[in-house]
């Protein structure tokens, strides 16, 4: 009959399969980490190739002989995919910054994780806005120094700092000016500014509305006032049509209530109401006498 194991070969067991342990986990341990490792460096070259491609689409707005970008930024921009921002040592959200230098007619990149705040907060100039959201009426004229007027720079000595004019972009997209009549677009105007003393840069942003708070304009036969017209008994009686315009240049119809009934004599009044797509309303009265 076959015996089982003594009390002493099953601790000699576990001693060797804890010196297994002991050797293997550690192992183990650091090729993890050292994959780990090697995710997060090709991460950062994915960080540093989205700056690059956030240069070239910014070129005009690049300060040289240094700037930065943010991580933020880049993604949102759409230069970076959620998935690029979330760091894979921890599986946290990385808030770095790729700190962009010109040097010998080519950008060279590096990436910080402290914030790009914390690599300027000390030093960089700041620039200030009095207004971050302007809303413009649609149709209008727009004179960009009035803009331009709410925002102004100090280095962090204290010292007024001149703010040129800024780039404007659309859909993330870089344009040479503000359409006023593009209802609802959006623009972001980014104004940055060099510190001399340092070549440390600060931006800020201002965004422009395009938006419609004008009400329709109605006429009637030409006429844009209320009106009176009068009718002799028994005659035939057309509900004239209006025309409708809007600061928006929308096509509007004209919903018209009321009627006119020539055989009794007395006042008939005929209203008009248009209704933009901003929600403006404007009404209109016609008053039609019907006499002898």
């Known amino acids: 009959m076959k015996k089982g194991f003594t009390l002493v070969e099953l601790l000699g067991v576990i001693i060797i399969i804890i010196a297994i342990g002991l050797v293997t986990v550690p192992v183990v341990s650091f090729i993890l980490d050292d994959s780990k490792g090697k995710a997060y460096d090709a991460q950062v070259k994915i960080i540093i190739a989205s700056a690059d491609n956030y240069v070239l689409d910014n070129i005009d707005n690049i300060n040289k002989p240094i700037d930065y970008v943010s991580v933020e930024e880049l993604q949102k921009g759409g230069y970076l995919e959620k998935k690029d921002v979330i760091n894979s040592e921890t599986n946290e959200k990385e808030n770095g910054c790729v700190v962009i230098k010109f040097s010998k007619n080519k950008f060279k990149y590096t990436y910080n994780k402290k914030t ?44 007024d700092l001149e703010v040129g004019d800024p780039v404007i972009t659309r859909n993330g997209k870089v344009v040479t000016s503000i359409d006023t009549s593009i209802l609802g677009a959006k623009y972001i105007l980014t104004y940055s500014v060099t510190d001399p003393s340092n070549e440390l840069s600060g931006k800020n942003k201002i965004k422009v509305i395009i938006n419609d708070t004008t009400s329709p304009i109605i006429s009637v036969n030409g006429i844009t006032d209320e009106q009176t017209i009068s009718v002799k008994l028994n005659d035939r009686f057309s509900i004239p049509d ?34 933009d797509s901003s929600g403006n309303e404007a009404e209109y009265k016609l008053n039609v006498n019907v006499i002898e």
């Open 242 to 275: 209006a025309a409708v315009t809007d600061n928006s240049g929308e096509n509007i119809e004209c919903a018209i209530s009321g009627s006119v009934n020539t055989e009794i004599l007395g006042n008939y009044v005929i209203t008009y109401k248009a209704v």
């Open 116 to 159: 790009c705040t914390e690599i300027n907060k000390d030093n960089a100039p700041t620039i200030t806005v009095s207004e971050s959201v302007i809303k413009v009426e649609v149709g209008s004229s727009l004179d960009l120094s009035n803009i331009n007027s709410k925002v102004s720079a100090k280095s962090h000595s204290g010292v």
